[in-house]
């Protein structure tokens, strides 16, 4: 199997869903999940590449374990629950400095899953849209009202940018790279990633333009003198 051209990870604080974001996108369906041990990760060919996309383990004690899956990363999904402000908090406190090691010009999104639960996407006609992918949220009284605003994304998001010393004006906007999703209906799973995969390729073509090329040209190679003992020099 070939070495996959670019690596994309999942971060984000336990049970915001991430594994279910993973599965929804490819697998197409809502599995129950256990919480996950360490890390896991799917291969996704997009144009001519290779992708790997990681699920990380959001629990405390496999903290250590995320700089090491977020080696190289081409992009990083900060992934929280809009009904849960503490795990967009915990995005900034715990897992934004598990990205040192990711690439130099790696991506960041932040997305606000569980939109399903929340009010104003019921009233939204996101149920609508949830019943367009057979999976009705369920009546709207059983919704709270949504606890973290898309705002608050795109404050963390433009917070990151300086953060990593990235400028603004040669990145891609907030409001692009902040998304609201539902793995349990599906709303906006494809959109995440699909927008990630587009942005990532050019991006990988570009680096394996810029690298060395692995193959060696021996026409331009001039051809060893022999020495009388015949050794070459
Ligand atoms: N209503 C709703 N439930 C969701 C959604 N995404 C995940 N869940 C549920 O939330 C729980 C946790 O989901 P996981 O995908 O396991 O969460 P995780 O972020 O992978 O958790 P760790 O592996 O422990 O880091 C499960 O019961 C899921 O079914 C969603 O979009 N809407
Ligand atoms: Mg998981």
């Known amino acids: 199997m070939r070495k996959p051209d670019g690596k994309i990870v999942l971060l984000g604080d336990m049970n915001v869903g991430k594994t279910s974001l993973l599965q929804r996108y490819m ?40 700089s090491m899956y977020c080696r190289g990363a081409a992009a990083v999904i900060l992934t929280y629950d809009v009904n849960h402000p503490q795990s967009l908090l915990e995005l900034e406190d715990r897992f934004l400095g598990l990205t040192e090691t990711a690439s130099n010009n790696c991506l ?10 929340a009010m104003e996407w019921a009233t939204e006609g996101g149920e609508k849209e949830g019943e367009a992918s057979g999976k009705a949220g ?27 010393m990235l400028d603004e004006r040669e990145m891609p906007s907030a409001e692009r790279m902040c998304f609201e999703t539902s793995a349990k ?12 995969f587009d942005m990532v390729v050019p991006m990988i073509a570009r680096q394996r333009a810029e ?16 020495t009388r003992s015949g050794c070459c020099t």
């Open 27 to 66: 697998e197409r369906r809502f599995p129950d999940t256990v919480s996950t041990v360490g890390g896991a990760f799917y291969l996704k060919q997009w144009r001519s590449f290779n992708i790997s996309i990681w699920d990380t383990a959001g629990r405390e004690q496999f903290h250590g374990l995320g």
């Open 211 to 226: 690298e060395p090329s692995q193959t060696v040209d021996i026409s331009s190679c001039k051809t060893p003198k022999q």
């Open 108 to 117: 960041f999104a932040i997305v606000g899953n569980k939109v399903d639960l």
């Open 185 to 196: 209906t599906g709303y906006n799973v494809d959109l995440l990633f699909e927008t990630l």
């Open 138 to 164: 369920g009546c709207v009284s059983s919704k709270v009202p949504k606890q973290v605003q898309l705002e608050d994304a795109m404050a963390l998001y433009k917070k990151i940018l300086k953060y990593k």
